[in-house]
Every structure is written in C-alpha cells, then in structure tokens.
C-alpha cells in the first residue's frame, strides 16, 4: 500500500483538510451541524492523524487496531453519535477531494484508497 501512502503525503502537504472539510461540511447538512463551533485546527491535524491510523489497520499495525478502537468509541453514538450513512460521505468527499488534489490519482488509485478505508470504517460502524 505505498502508493496509498505516497498520495497521502503528497496531498497532506497541498492544504488538502481545507478542500476537504469545504467538501464535508456542504454535503450535508447534518454534517454541517455536527462541526458546529469545532476547532478546525485541532480537526485538520485530526484527520490527519485519523487517515494513518485507517492505513495502518489496514496494513494489520498494532497502532491501527488500538487506535481504530478508540476512534470508533469516540464516534459512537454514546459519544459524537456519528450514524453509519454518514461514514458514506465522508469517505466519498474524502475521495473527491484526492481526485483534485492528487496530481496522480487514478482509478486504480481510488480502488486501493477505497480498500485501505474500508476495514476501519467498518470497524467504526460495527461500534456504533
């Protein structure tokens, strides 16, 4: 998964949370209400930190899985109550802002990009 990696650097450095929250926070409009009065210097720095751990669960690191627990707690809905079609979204706006912003995205990048997202996701929807 090094090309995961590479895109991921590649844009991380291209002001890529901005493009991305613009994205999330017009697609929705619960979404929207959920950023209400958010520390979006403290959440870019999240997300961040967030799509590491997503690319090391999937790689089975044991970072990934503590951490992916602990997010998954986070965004229950005892917690920031973060329903399941909502991972939809941002996992599509997550993706549309790569195609932009990624001088070398390609479909076969989008598929790896998908399978690297999908088993974190997962795990968090399971915890809901």
């Not at 590479?6 to 949370?17: L, N, P, T, V």
């Not at 017009?26 to 961040?48: C, E, N, P, W, Y």
């Not at 999937?58 to 917690?79: Q, T, V, Y």
């Not at 549309?96 to 990009?113: G, I």
Request: proline share 3%; glycine share 6%.
């Amino acid at each position: 998964m090094s090309e995961v990696r590479d895109s991921f650097k590649r844009i991380s450095q291209m002001g890529f949370s901005d493009y991305f929250y613009n994205r999330l926070l017009t697609s929705d409009v619960k979404i929207r209400a959920m950023f209400h009065g958010t520390d979006f210097a403290k959440q870019k720095k999240a997300l961040i930190d967030g799509v590491y751990v997503l690319i090391d669960y999937h790689e089975g690191g044991p970072l990934g899985k503590m951490s992916i627990r602990r997010l998954g707690e986070k965004h229950n809905r005892s917690h920031m109550n973060i329903p399941a079609d909502l991972y939809e979204i941002w996992v599509d706006c997550f993706i549309l802002t790569l195609s932009e912003k990624d001088p070398k995205f390609s479909a076969s990048l989008e598929l790896q990009w998908r399978e690297v997202l999908k088993p974190g996701i997962d795990h968090m929807i399971s915890n809901y």
